[in-house]
């Protein structure tokens, strides 16, 4: 005698089994096949009393209904399973995929150096925008109209919307050297600051320019700044940053936002004075210019006549890189070729 609560029982029992494609076939056989269960249900109505056919006939169809329903839904679940794992099972004895870890690049690098050996002296970094106006990059670090650096030529203008010549005008700084200005504007003395950044000029690139390339200026002003404060301070950068042993000179120079002024040279670590092909022959290596706050300066940024004096200096990043690592060419920091910055 067919009992369909036991059979429904075991149903239950052998579905919860069913965990993949394979032990779903051999579930369905078992109910659904040719000798499968269903098929023995059907074949047994013919031994069923004459009054109980039509409420057995109707259990046999919802088993069946039952059993296909089942089915079809644990195949939908198999097959979102496989998706997730058994098709696609993360195979661990494959090599893994190796990552490289990055690195700051090279002229990160340094110019994070060279502020942090100012750092340690007391300065404080500040940063200023690449795009400055006209009064901050010329006119306040007391460059004359006329001053061929200000020419359309040798300065990218992004707005020119002041015709009284006033230094309204929109530009890409052409040095950081504004930076002292905001600084100044911003800040009352006693003050050191460090101002790194990106600077630009139309100069058509080789191996020595860039129409894009980086600075850091120094400010520092209080009531009794010196000019020997200047040099003992570039001194004691030289030999952290480049080496103990090396020699500095100032070369007078002139800059219209210092007086006096000086270009810094270093005698050239490589030959160690002697004359080499990096240091064209000359023993020496300019590194920056430097100078006394011009009393203009101090004028343009508000502050009372007399009151300060300040020293300054300005570097520019590449070419400090190019001699601390003997890299001939200023464009291999711009082409992002790993080979080349991997080495540093
Ligand atoms: N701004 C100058 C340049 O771009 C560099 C410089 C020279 C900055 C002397 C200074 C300085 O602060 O005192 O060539």
Avoid at 35 to 47: N, Q, T
Avoid at 51 to 74: C, H, R, T, V, Y
Avoid at 87 to 103: E, S
Avoid at 165 to 190: E, F
Wanted: net charge neutral; charged share 25%.
């Amino acid at each position: 005698m067919i009992n369909f609560a036991e059979i429904r029982k075991q149903i239950e029992i052998d579905l919860a089994a069913v965990n993949d494609k394979n032990s779903l076939e051999v579930f369905r056989i078992k109910y659904l096949g040719g000798k499968g269960v269903v098929k023995e249900v059907y074949s047994s109505l013919s031994s069923v009393a004459p009054g109980d056919k039509p409420s057995f006939g109707k259990e046999a169809n919802a088993l069946k209904n039952d059993l296909s329903a089942m089915i079809e839904q644990k195949t939908l679940e198999i097959k979102s399973l496989g998706s997730k794992s058994s098709d696609n099972q993360i195979d661990l004895t494959l090599p893994g995929v190796f990552q490289k870890v990055g690195r700051p690049h090279v002229l990160h690098q340094t110019i994070e150096e060279i502020c942090a050996s100012f750092e340690k002296l007391g300065f404080v970094v500040q940063e200023g925008p690449e795009i400055e106006t006209e009064f901050n990059n010329f006119t306040a670090l007391n460059i004359p109209a006329e001053h061929p650096s200000r020419d359309s030529f040798d300065t990218f203008y992004v707005q020119a919307e002041d015709t009284t010549n006033k230094g309204r005008n929109l530009l890409l700084r052409s040095q950081t050297s504004p930076g002292q200005i905001r600084v100044m504007q911003n800040n009352k003395p006693p003050l050191a600051v460090i101002i790194p950044g990106k600077v630009y000029r139309p100069d058509a690139v080789d191996a020595s320019h860039s129409f894009m390339f980086h600075q850091i200026e120094g400010l520092l002003v209080d009531v009794d700044v010196k000019f020997s404060d200047l040099k003992g301070l570039l001194t004691v950068f030289c030999q952290k940053f480049f080496s103990e042993e090396i020699k500095m000179r100032f070369r007078p120079h002139y800059f219209p936002f210092t007086e006096p002024s000086a270009e810094v040279d270093i005698s050239c670590y490589i030959c160690k004075g002697k004359g080499c092909s990096v240091c064209g022959k000359k023993g020496w290596l300019e590194i920056m210019g430097c100078g006394m706050v011009h009393p203009k300066v101090f004028e343009h940024a508000g502050y009372p006549k007399g009151k300060y004096t300040g020293l300054a200096f300005g570097m520019g990043v590449e070419r400090i890189a190019m001699l601390k690592y003997g890299i001939n060419d200023i464009r291999l920091f711009y082409e992002n070729d790993k080979r080349f910055l991997e080495q540093f």
